[in-house]
């Protein structure tokens, strides 16, 4: 079970590969992870996956954000048909994926793997 507090005290992290401006983004989405996974997917894996031209996606009338509910051990964010197209058709792509681990304490059992995709000339 994901805690409200974990859902309310998301850090804000400073990224290498990241713009800065997208800090505040980021930290929502991760917010976002945890509401979906404890309110929505019985605080099992969740994958949000995101287009970081938000604007021009907005401007063409186009998703940029996909969500992925997974199992209690693995969410596939391919599955997905908006975040499989985000993935392969975005210059700068971030997945972020709630996890599970059962061999730490109920109030820690859910952390994040943050992706990076950046791609060029596609």
């Given at each position: 079970?994901?805690?409200?507090?974990?859902?309310?005290?998301?850090?804000?992290?400073?990224?290498?590969?990241?713009?800065?401006?997208?800090?505040?983004?980021?930290?929502?989405?991760?917010?976002?992870?945890?509401?979906?996974?404890?309110?929505?997917?019985?605080?099992?894996?969740?994958?949000?996956?995101?287009?970081?031209?938000?604007?021009?996606?907005?401007?063409?009338?186009?998703?940029?954000?996909?969500?992925?509910?997974?199992?209690?051990h693995e969410v596939d964010p391919m599955s997905s048909t908006i975040s499989y197209h985000l993935i392969v058709s975005?210059?700068?792509?971030?997945?972020?994926?709630?996890?599970?681990?059962?061999?730490?304490?109920?109030?820690?059992?859910?952390?994040?793997?943050?992706?990076?995709?950046?791609?060029?000339?596609?």
């Open positions: 079970m994901i805690p409200d507090e974990a859902v309310k005290k998301v850090p804000r992290i400073k990224y290498k590969n990241i713009p800065e401006s997208e800090y505040n983004t980021i930290q929502e989405l991760v917010r976002q992870v945890l509401k979906i996974s404890k309110d929505e997917n019985d605080s099992n894996e969740v994958a949000i996956t995101y287009d970081m031209d938000t604007m021009e996606r907005i401007q063409k009338r186009e998703e940029y954000i996909g969500v992925v509910l997974g199992s209690e975005a210059k700068e792509c971030i997945i972020l994926v709630s996890k599970k681990f059962k061999e730490l304490t109920e109030s820690s059992r859910s952390l994040f793997k943050e992706l990076f995709y950046g791609r060029s000339g596609l």
